[in-house]
């Protein structure tokens, strides 16, 4: 089992490219079966929840966050470019570094402070969607009706502390209304996360909650 990439001092840019290189040498550490799925929520998905289930002994852990966030075109342009550039992620508590985008292949590696300890954690994007209601019709997600949705999904990599996938969205609706989105499945791929795992589990609910506000504020002044 691999160490994981902790530290009582900031990372500094060497540190988050090692991490980052680790994992790519490594690959993802969660079942190819599973690597960029999480599109599919399994409650809709049938093939999603058989997957999920057929993937090893351990139970996935799911959390899905979705709140409106703003309201009109400009704001959903606004959301698409945070997105693009990871300010979801900007809390003061975890941040996205070494990244070099949303596309496809494209590594970042999550570091968050955590009882004054540094942890990093190797990602890399699996799945990047933009569509809009012309180009083949209308999308219907959440009981809204979308005409446009942006949408990226990272996978961890050999030494995060978690194995699993985490996918982000915004959406225009056919009203006006925008959406921010946050589906992710997730279970320990550490002694570590595994002794610490009721406190794992509140800390990714906490991000979900200031990943939301952290879109509404960076949007207030969009619309």
Same mark, same amino acid.
């Given at each position: ?16 490219? @090692? ?15 599973? +690597? ?5 929520? =399994? ?6 929840? @058989? ?7 351990? &139970? ?7 709140? &409106?966030?703003? &309201?009109? &075109? ?7 470019? @945070?997105?693009?550039?990871? =300010?979801?992620? %900007? ?11 949303? =596309? ?5 590696? *999550?570091?968050?402070? *955590? ?20 180009? %083949? ?9 979308? *005409?446009?949705? !942006? ?13 699993? =996938? ?11 209304? *925008? !959406? ?13 996360? +595994? ?29």
């Amino acid at each position: 089992m691999p160490p994981p990439f902790l530290g009582l001092r900031p990372p500094a840019p060497a540190d988050v490219a @090692a991490a980052c290189e680790h994992g790519r040498a490594r690959g993802h550490n969660y079942p190819s079966a599973l +690597v960029g799925t999480s599109d599919r929520d =399994e409650r809709r998905s049938r093939t999603q929840r @058989a997957r999920l289930d057929a993937s090893g002994k351990h &139970r996935w852990a799911v959390d899905r966050a979705r709140a &409106r966030v703003g &309201r009109g &075109r400009k704001c959903y342009e606004r959301a698409e470019r @945070a997105l693009r550039g990871w =300010e979801h992620f %900007g809390l003061g508590w975890t941040r996205a570094e070494g990244t070099s985008g949303t =596309e496809v292949g494209d590594s970042v590696c *999550v570091v968050a402070r *955590v009882a004054g300890v540094w942890i990093r954690n190797p990602l890399r994007v699996v799945a990047f969607r933009k569509r809009e209601g012309d180009e %083949g019709g209308e999308v219907e997600v959440g009981g809204e009706r979308a *005409v446009k949705r !942006f949408s990226f999904a990272h996978g961890t990599l050999g030494g995060h502390l978690l194995a699993g =996938e985490e996918r982000f969205a915004v959406e225009l609706t056919e009203d006006g209304d *925008v !959406f921010y989105e946050a589906y992710a499945f997730s279970r320990p791929a550490h002694a570590l996360s +595994v002794i610490g795992y009721p406190i794992v589990r509140l800390l990714q609910k906490r991000f979900h909650r200031d990943s939301t506000r952290a879109m509404r504020k960076i949007l207030a002044g969009a619309e």
